[in-house]
């Protein structure tokens, strides 16, 4: 019976393979040019993919706990990759799709709730929260295959843009996670090393790290600056801003061009600008 109670816990979500279906059908939708509106099929495509990559992040959180002796995570569910089990499935799922959907940035969003007082030793806590953001680096990684491995030829420009815009929300989300801001999984890395004291003088904070984030990246100055890391970041991935402005452009839909230039047309845009 426990043995059937462990499997229970771990077996994949029906929920998530239904992410992965619409995220599977909505690329072949982009790489076919099959749907009426290319827009709206690379809408589907990133915001599943994007909610993928969340469930992958909290996910890898649960995992290593487990492995750091949190054993409650599989009876909550986390195991199963389902993103209504989280402890906050409004702060995990439907606010980084709002954040995706209004400014094109990957804001990350929490949370699986893991029980501290069972893992112990400061490495093993660090490493909790470093899974997370380290998950959504390799599936940048991932994504910025094609461009780094210089496998882009006879790929249509339409999911060349898809692919650059996935890869932008990936980056921002794992630079933002990685910042030491109470609250972010940044701070949770470095918070086992800090004293008892500096903790306790910060824990009050640690709600309010994710409004004081969103609010800095509201300054011009700081919005500029950070949008400046993801591109020399993306550039190190092989991945052009010019990639990422027309997945963006491409990804909002209800506002998308009527055409959409080639790779070819980047050189006048950079003149241009």
């Given at each position: 019976?426990?043995?059937?109670a ?25 790489w ?26 909290e ?9 750091g ?15 209504l ?5 409004v ?25 501290r007082?069972r ?8 490493l ?14 991932v994504?910025?295959?094609p ?30 996670n ?39 990246l ?10 400046d ?12 801003e ?11 839909f209800?506002?998308?061009p ?16």
């Amino acid at each position: 019976m426990a043995s059937d109670a462990t499997h229970a816990e771990r077996r994949v979500s029906p929920v998530f393979l239904a992410l992965v279906a619409v995220m599977a059908v909505s690329m072949w939708a982009v790489w076919t040019d099959y749907a009426a509106s290319p827009g709206f099929a690379v809408f589907l495509f990133v915001v599943s993919g994007w909610v993928v990559s969340l469930c992958l992040h909290e996910y890898a959180h649960a995992r290593t706990a487990l492995h750091g002796g949190d054993i409650t995570v599989g009876a909550k569910g986390y195991l199963t990759l389902n993103p209504l089990k989280y402890t906050h499935a409004v702060l995990s799922v439907v606010l980084p799709v709002i954040f995706v959907i209004m400014g094109g940035i990957g804001l990350p969003g929490g949370a699986v709730f893991i029980e501290r007082h069972r893992v112990h030793g400061r490495w093993k806590h660090s490493l909790i929260s470093a899974a997370g953001p380290l998950t959504n680096v390799l599936f940048a990684v991932v994504c910025a295959a094609p461009f780094w491995l210089g496998a882009l030829d006879g790929v249509p420009d339409t999911f060349r843009y898809a692919l650059g815009f996935m890869v932008l929300l990936q980056v921002s989300a794992a630079l933002l996670n990685l910042l030491p801001v109470p609250g972010m999984d940044g701070y949770g890395i470095v918070e086992p090393w800090l004293s008892p004291g500096v903790r306790r003088q910060v824990e009050p904070f640690a709600p309010f790290g994710f409004l004081a984030l969103f609010g800095f990246l509201m300054i011009p100055e700081v919005n500029d600056a950070f949008f400046d890391l993801i591109h020399a970041v993306l550039r190190v991935l092989g991945v052009e801003e010019w990639d990422a402005y027309w997945g963006r452009r491409l990804f909002q839909f209800w506002d998308a061009p009527e055409s959409v230039p080639s790779p070819a047309d980047q050189w006048q845009w950079i003149r241009v600008g």
